[in-house]
């Protein structure tokens, strides 16, 4: 693992400056730019606060550790409780499914895969993931199974992701359903 970043203010205004960049030159088409006028003094002022203000947040509560993370233990215990099930995980955020698919399958989650607006084939991960109600025949697409999938809203696009039986827990609250 690498070591933890240190994500100063000066590595955001450079990082900033580099995806700014890529926006007015690759992705200029893909914005309507608002006016300049629009960005005076009182913007930036309180912009600069906002920005100080997370950094503080951000250096008092230190490098996230996700050996500290109480609701990620209790997902890989809930998943290594039912070894033979297929288990489709939905989060808001295409973030939080990187870290969530990175910290499974370092605990040792096999079978683990993503499903987000940046995947290649959200559907063909649908049909890896429940092949029988998606009448999969394909042998590629049956010898690599997918048990757990994490998934942004992507996969409630028309695609189907049944599976025989269904299970919702709330992670942390205690309380389950089945």
């Known amino acids: 693992m690498s070591a ?6 000066d590595w955001y205004a450079q990082r900033a400056k580099e995806i700014y960049a890529d926006y007015r030159s690759s992705y200029q088409r893909r914005f309507n ?3 300049p006028v629009l960005f ?3 913007l930036k002022r309180d912009l600069q606060r906002d920005t100080t203000a997370l950094l503080a947040i951000r250096q008092a509560h230190g490098t996230w550790n996700p050996a500290r993370d109480v609701k990620l233990e209790q997902l890989i ?3 290594r ?3 033979e099930q297929k288990v489709l995980i939905f989060t808001q955020f295409a973030d939080t499914v990187a870290y969530l698919v990175e910290q499974l399958r370092r605990a040792g989650i096999t079978g683990v895969e993503a499903a987000t607006g940046q995947s ?4 063909e991960l649908a049909h890896r993931f429940s092949p029988q109600s998606n009448e999969v025949t394909t042998p590629a697409l049956l010898a690599n199974p997918i048990r757990v999938l ?5 996969l409630s696009e028309a695609r189907t992701c049944k599976i025989a039986r269904t299970s919702s827990t709330t992670i942390g609250s205690g309380q389950s359903s089945a």
């Open 4 to 9: 933890p970043h240190t994500y100063s203010a």
């Open 33 to 35: 730019w608002l006016r």
């Open 40 to 42: 005076g003094p009182d």
């Open 77 to 79: 215990t809930l998943l």
């Open 81 to 83: 409780s039912l070894p």
């Open 120 to 123: 290649a084939n959200p559907t």
């Open 150 to 154: 994490v998934a942004t809203d992507v």
